[in-house]
C-alpha cells in the first residue's frame, strides 16, 4: 500500500515537472517584443510580463483594427501609449482574467469548497474582474493624469506668453516652456508637440494631434485659440495671456469646489467609524456610573 502510495506521489510530482517545463519552454520560445523605445514598466506589470507576452502573441494577429483603435486611444487618454500598445493591453487583459480565476478557485480549495456551481461562478466572476481591472487602471491613471495638467497648464501658459512677448515665436515660447516648466504629463505633451513640428507637420494638424491626445477641455480651448489666433492673425501674445487667466481661474474654483465638498465626503466615515466609537466610550462611562449608584 505505501509502495502504492509513493509510486503514485512520484508520478504525480513528475508529470507537475513536465507540465511546467513544457509551459516555461513554450514562453522562452514566444518571440520578445523590443521595448527599447518604450517606457518602463510599472513593478505589478513586469512581475506578470511573460504572461502578458505569451498572451499578446496569441491573440495579438487575430485582433481587428476595429478592436485596436479604440484600445489605442484610451492609451493616448491616460498617457501610457508608451509603456502599452493595444495588443498588450488585450493580452494584459486575458493574463488577468486567468490570474484572478485561478486566485478565485484556489481560495475555494483553501476554503475546502468544491462544487461545479461555486467553480462556474468564481471563472464568469473573476473573469469579468480581470478583464475590466485594466480598464479601472486606465481610468486612474487619466484622471491623475488630468490633475496634473489641471495643475501645470497655467504655469506653462505664462512661460509662453513671456517667451512670445520677449519676441519668440510660438514654437520658440513652447521650447522654452518645455525646458523651464516642471516636468510631468504636459511637459511630455509639449515636447510631443515639437517633435511633430520638427518632423514638417503644420502647426494646425500638431496641435490638434495633441487636442486629440490629451481629450480635455483646457487643452482643446487652448488648442483652437492658438489655431484660430494663426489662422486670422491676431496678437499671441494676448490670445494666451487671456488662456492663462483662464486656465488658472478654472484651478482656484476647482480647488474650491474640492474644499466645498470635504465636509460631505468626510460625513460617512464620521458616521460609521469614529462616531460608533464615542458612542461606546460614553455608553461604558455610564454604565459605571449606574453600577455605582445602584441603578443596574
Known amino acids: 500500500m505505501s509502495f502504492l502510495l509513493i509510486a503514485t506521489v512520484a508520478c504525480a510530482a513528475i508529470a507537475a515537472s513536465l507540465g511546467f517545463w513544457s509551459i516555461f519552454s513554450f514562453m522562452r520560445e514566444q518571440p520578445q517584443q523590443d521595448r527599447n523605445f518604450q517606457d518602463p514598466l510599472p513593478f505589478g506589470l513586469r512581475v506578470i510580463w511573460p504572461l502578458v507576452n505569451l498572451a499578446t502573441n496569441l491573440v495579438g494577429p487575430r485582433l481587428s483594427p476595429n478592436r485596436l483603435e479604440p484600445a489605442h486611444k484610451q492609451l493616448q487618454v491616460a498617457g501610457q501609449d508608451f509603456v502599452l500598445t493595444p495588443e498588450q493591453l488585450y493580452g494584459l487583459r486575458i493574463t488577468a482574467v486567468v490570474l484572478v480565476a485561478a486566485f478565485a478557485w484556489v481560495l475555494l480549495a483553501l476554503l475546502d469548497k468544491h462544487g461545479f456551481t461555486l467553480y462556474a461562478f468564481c471563472m464568469l466572476f473573476g473573469g469579468a474582474i ?67 513640428l520638427r518632423s514638417g507637420l503644420p502647426r494646425a494638424e500638431a496641435l490638434r494631434r495633441m487636442s486629440d491626445r490629451m481629450d480635455m477641455a483646457q487643452i482643446s480651448s487652448f488648442t483652437g485659440a492658438l489655431i484660430q489666433a494663426d489662422r486670422i492673425g491676431a496678437s499671441l501674445g494676448g490670445t494666451l495671456r487671456a488662456q492663462a487667466g483662464q486656465r488658472r481661474e478654472e484651478r482656484f474654483l476647482r480647488a474650491e469646489k ?30 459605571l456610573r449606574m453600577k455605582q449608584e445602584g441603578i443596574l
Open 130 to 196: 480581470g478583464w475590466f481591472y485594466p480598464d479601472l487602471w486606465l481610468g486612474e491613471r487619466r484622471k491623475k493624469r488630468q490633475r496634473t495638467v489641471i495643475k501645470d497648464l497655467p504655469t506653462f501658459l505664462d512661460f509662453i506668453v513671456m517667451s512670445v512677448e520677449a519676441g519668440l515665436n510660438i514654437t520658440g515660447g513652447i521650447e522654452q516652456a518645455t525646458t523651464k516648466g516642471p516636468d510631468g504629463p504636459l511637459s511630455q505633451e509639449f515636447s510631443r508637440l515639437l517633435r511633430d
Open 258 to 287: 474640492l474644499a466645498l465638498e470635504a465636509p460631505v465626503k468626510m460625513m460617512l466615515p464620521l458616521v460609521m467609524f469614529f462616531f460608533p466609537l464615542i458612542f461606546l466610550v460614553l455608553a461604558y462611562f455610564i454604565f
